[in-house]
């Protein structure tokens, strides 16, 4: 397995709070895996970090064979650029421009874009597209963001529960999605979430909690997105 992206001993501290307090994680490129842990145990601020979204307070992190955590702003921001897609709970769609403005504003410039038709198509969008985010349901709106989120076709996709506003119905739709994402277009994505149905399907669950891991597991029998028992 390749190494794509790595911390080495990350800490975020707000204050005297230690919010992720060391942590030294390999992640192999082409995995889904899941970060699992109740509300408050640092999920986002480790993706945050890992995704170049917020500064470490000490600690490293690497991308391949480069310290991004030592990027100055300009080159942060050009690496985020073209090799990193964020999706988000309240999919950060700009309200003012359709869905299909909205996708192709996710387009790097400098790099092949997957192909618009054949994204669109995959995440049962092509007919939405001259809508506004205010005219789509829940589900169709995270569909757009992650549309929007992979058509630079980015090597690594970053979710921070992206189903958690969803139903059940559409957070199946959208997992199963993430999913044929990877193995289409090889990207490696790590999920961030409070439900251990979705960590069912991963790959790898990485268990937080107080600002640390303290569960690392290779998921030898994921199930299918489809499989999963909502409570
Ligand atoms: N910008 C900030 N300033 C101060 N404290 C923060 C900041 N961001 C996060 N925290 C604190 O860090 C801790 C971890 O927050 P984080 O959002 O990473 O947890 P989480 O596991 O993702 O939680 P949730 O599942 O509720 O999103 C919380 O106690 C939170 O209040």
Redesign the pocket.
């Known amino acids: 397995m390749i190494a794509i992206l790595k911390s080495e001993y990350v800490k975020k501290k ?1 204050g005297k ?1 230690s ?1 992720v307090d060391g942590i030294s994680l390999t992640i192999y490129d082409n995995t889904f895996t899941v970060i699992l ?10 993706l945050n970090i890992l995704s170049g979204l917020i500064q470490t307070t000490s600690g490293k992190v690497w991308y391949e064979d480069k310290v991004i955590s030592n990027y100055s702003e300009s080159q942060l921001a050009k690496w985020k650029r073209s090799e990193v897609g964020n999706v988000f709970q309240n999919y950060m769609l700009l309200n003012n421009l359709t869905a299909e403005e909205n996708i192709k504003i996710g387009i790097a410039s400098g790099k092949t874009p997957l192909s618009f038709d054949r994204l669109v198509r995959m995440l049962e969008i092509e007919s939405i597209l001259a809508k506004f985010p205010a005219q789509l349901s829940g589900g169709q709106q995270q569909r757009v963001a992650i549309a929007r989120a992979v058509i630079k076709a980015p090597r690594l996709l970053f979710c921070d ?1 992206a189903t958690g506003a969803l139903d059940e119905e559409n957070s199946k739709k959208v997992v199963e999605l993430l999913h044929s994402l990877k193995s289409a277009f090889g990207m490696t994505i790590l999920f ?1 979430t ?1 439900n251990t149905q979705i960590a069912k399907t991963a790959d790898r669950i990485l268990t ?1 909690n107080n600002g640390l891991i303290h569960k690392d597991v290779r998921n030898e029998n994921p199930i299918s997105a489809k499989d999963m028992v909502w409570g």
Not at 37 to 46: E, F, Q, R, V
């Open positions: 707000y709070e919010v842990g109740p509300s408050g145990s640092g999920k986002s601020t480790l529960e961030a409070h937080m």
